[in-house]
């Protein structure tokens, strides 16, 4: 039985050299010191022999068996340092690479202008209301001074809405001068705001116009507010935006819903006034249409024309974000194309 015991140490221990991952030293501890192991097996069968030669040989069993154990750790603590080891090597990071850059998104170029124009007026005592972009044909054009049939409409190319009464009566707002009407319905003066906004036209597109695009309308009503008012205000505004030497020049024009009515410009910055490819070679440049609110239009909303004056503006902030970037077709602002938002 001696024999055996040296036999089956001998064979144990030489497998346990012989193995080269943790797995199967679990296998190889039933075979040998499990229940039904080969050491446990020796061990139970002590009964059977005489009393002297069983102390001496269940000694040898435990001693044995305590070596196996002690031998079975030793080789797991060194097979799991290797996993350890070589799982680091294979895993492993250069903690001082640069990090991976966030991709960040920006606002549109024309949000941006449209926020900074908004900003502006702002910082000049306006307030910012927006308005709905479908809206009736009293708010666009009825209520503007523009009757059914007025030659004025042809101004505006218009997308009518198909409600089934037959009627045109719903439509895409043209432009945001209807929140005027809907700001005074709402309010009693002093009224200062300004409307950003999106507009739409049965246009065909070319470079300076698209179907869709935006506008900001101003309005300001007031006691005693005169010519000089919008003069100071839209110069003023002018300079914010383009640069403080700039020079402001009011021209009259036509809208129905003013008078007098006026386009404003500012003297090319591309060139100062002498003459460019920005300008056109006018030296000047129309940033929006103008005027004093029509005395129609006061009454309309109920209030005093006598009493009350004031003075109202549009413009088109793609036009403002064309002039400022030196682009030359509106078109690229909504084809969608990354190349070209990227650079602002
Ligand atoms: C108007 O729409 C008037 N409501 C402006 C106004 C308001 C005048 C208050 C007086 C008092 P107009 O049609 O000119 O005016 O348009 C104003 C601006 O909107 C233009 O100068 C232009 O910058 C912009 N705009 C007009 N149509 C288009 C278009 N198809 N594409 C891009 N921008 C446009």
Redesign the pocket.
């Known amino acids: 039985m001696q024999d055996q015991l040296t036999g089956i140490e001998a064979q144990a221990v030489a497998e346990l050299r012989a193995m080269t991952d943790v797995r199967s030293l679990e296998e190889w501890r039933v075979a040998y010191l499990g229940r039904s192991g080969r050491l446990t097996q020796v061990l139970r069968g002590l009964g059977s022999l005489p009393i002297e030669e069983r102390r001496t040989v269940g000694a040898q069993a435990n001693e044995v068996k305590r070596r196996l154990e002690a031998l079975l750790e030793e080789k797991e603590a060194a097979l799991r340092q290797t996993e350890l080891a070589r799982e680091l090597e294979q895993g492993r990071i250069d903690v001082t690479l640069p990090g991976r850059p966030v991709p960040l998104g920006r606002l549109h170029p024309i949000t941006q202008v449209v926020r900074e124009i908004c900003g502006t007026f702002q910082q000049l005592g306006f307030q910012v209301v927006e308005g709905p972009e479908v809206e009736l044909d009293y708010y666009n054009f009825e209520a503007l001074n523009i009757p059914p049939e007025h030659p004025a409409r042809e ?2 190319d218009t997308f009518w809405i198909d409600t089934g009464e037959g009627e045109r009566n719903v439509l895409l707002r ?4 209807p929140m005027q009407i809907r700001v005074m319905e709402q309010t009693r003066p002093p009224v200062r705001v300004v409307v950003p906004g999106r507009c739409y ?1 049965y ?1 065909a597109t070319d470079a ?4 869709i ?1 935006y ?1 900001i ?1 101003g309005l300001a009503v007031d006691r005693a507010m005169t010519m000089a008012d919008l003069k100071g205000v839209l110069a003023e505004f002018a300079r914010r935006m383009f640069g403080q030497n700039r020079r402001v020049r009011f021209r009259c024009d036509y ?1 129905p ?2 008078e007098p ?1 006026v386009e404003v410009s500012i003297d090319c910055f591309g060139c100062n006034g002498m003459g460019c490819n920005i300008c056109r070679d006018a030296g000047w440049i ?1 940033i ?4 004093m609110v029509h005395p129609k239009v006061l009454e309309r909303v109920n209030y005093d024309p006598v009493e009350y004056t004031g003075f ?5 902030p ?2 403002v974000a064309m002039l400022r970037y030196g682009i030359d077709d ?1 078109r690229l602002f909504y084809a969608n194309d990354i190349r070209f938002l990227r650079q602002f």
């Open positions: 101004m505006w043209t432009h945001t001068s036209r246009e300076t116009h698209e179907s695009f506008q309308e809208f819903f003013v009515g129309e929006m249409g103008a005027g109202a503006f549009g413009m088109g793609e036009r509106i």
